[in-house]
C-alpha cells in the first residue's frame, strides 16, 4: 500500500527559507497530481500548492504565491516545497497529498513553526 | 479562491443519519464533479471518506455517502456511532486549477 512521508520542518526566523520534502512510495505508478496542504495549530485545512501529474502544471494559493514554489524529481516519486519569505502565520502543520484529481493519500505531515 | 461553507458543528444520537452541508460556488462545486470529503480524528491525518462527489474508497464504511445538488454538495452518515465523533472537511477542483477547502464540521456523537 502506498505511502506518503513528510520531512523539513523546523523552527525558523521570519522571512527565512525552507524546503520540505515528501517522499511517495510503495505505489504502483507516480503519475499523481500531488498537494501541499497546510493545518495550523486548532485551525482547518489549507490547500496550499498542486503539481499536476505530467508536471506541466504547478499552482498555488493566493497567500502562498510569489513566495512558495513546488517542484518534483524526474521519478516524481518526491515532492519539495521551497518556501521562502517565511510569515509567523505561515506556522503550520504540512502535508502531502496525491490523487487524480483531489487529495485521496494523506502523509502524516511536518511542522513549521515561524518564530 | 474563498472557502467553502459548511456548518460549524453537527450532532445526532447513536443511531441516527446525519447531514452536512458544503456549499460553492459555479466556480467551484457547481462546475465540478469533483468534490471530496475527509475525516479527521484529533492529532490524526485527514483520511478520505468520498471523492468525487459520491465514491467511497475502498475500506470506507458504506455508512458514509455523498451527493450534490447545484453548488451545494452533502456528506450523509447513517446510523452514527461513537467513533463517527470527528471533523469534517470538503474540497473541490475550481475553474483555476486550485483546490479549495470547507472550513470543516465538528460532528459530535450525543
Known amino acids: 500500500e502506498g505511502q506518503l512521508v513528510e520531512s523539513g520542518g523546523v523552527v525558523v526566523q521570519p522571512g527565512g527559507s525552507l524546503r520540505l520534502s515528501c517522499a511517495a512510495s510503495?505505489?504502483?505508478?507516480?503519475?499523481?497530481?500531488m498537494h501541499w496542504i497546510r493545518q495550523a495549530p486548532g485551525k482547518g485545512l489549507e490547500w496550499v500548492s498542486l503539481?499536476?501529474?505530467?508536471?506541466?502544471?504547478?499552482y498555488y494559493a493566493d497567500s502562498v504565491k510569489g513566495r512558495f514554489t513546488i517542484s518534483r524529481d524526474t521519478s516524481k516519486s518526491s515532492l519539495y516545497l521551497q518556501m521562502n519569505s517565511l510569515r509567523t502565520e505561515d506556522t503550520a502543520l504540512y502535508y502531502c497529498?496525491?490523487?487524480?484529481?483531489?487529495?485521496?493519500?494523506w502523509g502524516q505531515g511536518t511542522t513549521v513553526t515561524v518564530s | 479562491q474563498s472557502a467553502l461553507t459548511q456548518p460549524a458543528s453537527v450532532s445526532g444520537s447513536p443511531g441516527q443519519s446525519i447531514t452536512i452541508s458544503c456549499s460553492g460556488t459555479?466556480?467551484?462545486?457547481?462546475?465540478?464533479?469533483?468534490v471530496s470529503w475527509y475525516q479527521q480524528h484529533p492529532g490524526k491525518a485527514p483520511k478520505v471518506i468520498i471523492y468525487?462527489?459520491?465514491n467511497r474508497p475502498s475500506g470506507v464504511s458504506y455508512r458514509f455517502s455523498g451527493s450534490k445538488s447545484g453548488s451545494t454538495a452533502f456528506l450523509i452518515i447513517s446510523g452514527l456511532r461513537a467513533e463517527d465523533e470527528a471533523d469534517y472537511y470538503c474540497?473541490?477542483?475550481?475553474?483555476?486549477?486550485?483546490?479549495?477547502f470547507g472550513a470543516g464540521t465538528k460532528v459530535t456523537v450525543l
Open positions: 474540497s473541490s477542483y475550481t475553474t483555476t486549477n486550485t483546490q479549495v
Open positions: 497529498a496525491l490523487g487524480v484529481v483531489g487529495m485521496d493519500v
Open positions: 468525487e462527489v459520491s
Open positions: 503539481i499536476t501529474w505530467d508536471d506541466r502544471g504547478t
Open positions: 510503495g505505489f504502483t505508478h507516480y503519475d499523481y497530481t
Open positions: 459555479s466556480s467551484d462545486i457547481g462546475g465540478f464533479n469533483y
